[in-house]
């Protein structure tokens, strides 16, 4: 009998042991995961996702992966904003998101389609004009820049010559 009380002792003091680890080691902390998808529920891989703090102003900046999915593990609980952003797709944000301590919050975005904008600026610089120069002048023939008569009142055969 008293092994049975010793062996009954140290299992419980191994019991008691192992919870007080499992204590000491709980998480104060959460996750925000999910997958990224678009109107069709194709998945989206390469999205920008940004999971804002509202408490702290810290971002956490994920990408998705190519199956569309992304976690943010190691968050401290709070209030965040969950901005999904990828070319070719309308911006998505989520406000109020929530996190708490041990959870994962499963947040899965549908993006819509949207346009792409591109700006083309196009800057030429007019060149100036040099009046002493003839650099520019190749545009213009010889006759239109000095006017000739269009009739000619001299006759050549009544010409003499003197010696």
């Known amino acids: 009998m008293s092994k049975l009380r010793g062996f009954l002792s140290l299992a419980g003091a191994a019991i008691l042991g192992v919870s007080l680890n499992a204590v000491a080691q709980s998480t104060t902390q959460g996750a925000i995961a999910g997958t990224v998808f678009d109107t069709t529920d194709a998945v989206v891989s390469n999205a ?13 900046v994920l990408t998705s992966a190519s199956g569309g999915e992304y976690k943010a593990p190691l968050l401290p609980p709070g ?39 591109q700006t083309v600026e196009v800057t030429a610089d007019i060149p100036a004009i040099d009046f002493a120069s003839a650099t520019f002048g190749g ?22 010559a003197t010696t």
């Open 48 to 60: 920008k996702i940004t999971i804002h703090n509202d408490g702290t102003n810290q971002d956490v």
């Open 139 to 160: 545009h213009l023939s010889n006759t239109l820049q000095s006017p000739a008569p269009t009739t000619c009142t001299v006759r050549f055969t009544s010409i003499t």
């Open 79 to 117: 209030t965040y904003t969950v901005t999904v952003d990828v070319s070719g797709f309308a911006t998505s944000k989520t406000t109020q998101v929530v996190v708490q301590v041990g959870q994962v919050t499963t947040l899965n975005p549908h993006l819509s389609a949207g346009k792409t904008e």
